[in-house]
Structures are given as structure tokens and as C-alpha cells.
């Protein structure tokens, strides 16, 4: 290691003693100012194209605000179609349920003459039966009097 490094430091002594200073010239100068030429159009250049890209992002911002209000409203659209959808069907829903009332009224008002009709019609019949149910018997026990059969048949049913 120690001979790399004894081999290396002539080199780097006598690379500094072959060196010279370059002198700036006027050609240098003139260069050095077309380069700062070019690089001031350069940055204008880009200056223009990011003003061009930023009126561009600005337009499709305008663009998305538009997209924007048009959901809003088919969102309103949809909210009012919505309230019309259970408006419509509350309506007919209180349709259905006053339709049923009423046939439920009606059919009690029809139906109750009848009943009472009814009721006064089998009160009569079994008045009527038991009247006849009670002539029946009696006239059989007459009957009985004269004919054993008859007896022994009213005492078989306990009529007797």
C-alpha cells in the first residue's frame, strides 16, 4: 500500500506544475451571452406553455363545475320524482283503504235488516214448534191412555 501511495504522489505533484490558466476571451463572452439569450427564450417559452396549460386546466375546471350543477339538479330531479313516486302511492293506498271501509259499512248496514229479519222469523218458528211439539205430546198421551203401544213407546223416550 505504501508503494501505491509513494508511486502516486509524483503524479499528482507534477499534474499541477504542467497546469495553466486559461485567459477569458471575447469569443468566450460573446458565447457566454448567447447562451443566456437562448436560456431567457427558453424560460419565456415555457412560461407561455405553462400560462396555455393553465388556462386549459382552468377551462376544464369551468367545464367540471358545469358536470357538477347538472348532477345537482338531476339530483333534485330524481328527489322530486321520488316525493311525486310516494305521494302517488300514499294516495292510493287511502284510496284502497276508504274503498274497503266502505264495502266493509255498507255490507254491515245491508246485512243487518236481514239479520233482525231473520231473528224475528226463528223466534216465531220456534214458537211456533213448541206450540206444536207440546199439542203432539199431549195428544199422544191421550193416545197412550187407549193404546199400550203408544204408552210403552212415550216411556221409552221418557215422554211419559
Sequence with gaps: MKRKIV?????????????????????????LIRIEATLREFQASVEKRF???????????????????RFESIDKRFDQLTNLMIGIVAAFAGIVAVTIGFAIWDRRSMIRPFETKVKEIEEKIKEIDETKLKNLIATLK?????DTRVAEALKKFNLL
Design 51 to 69: 400560462e396555455s396549460i393553465d388556462k386549459r386546466f382552468e377551462s376544464i375546471d369551468k367545464r367540471f363545475e358545469s358536470i357538477d350543477k
Design 7 to 31: 508511486s502516486a504522489l509524483p503524479l499528482f505533484i507534477l499534474s499541477h506544475l504542467f497546469a495553466k490558466e486559461i485567459p477569458y476571451t471575447l469569443e468566450d463572452r460573446d458565447r
Design 142 to 146: 191421550e193416545v197412550a191412555r187407549v
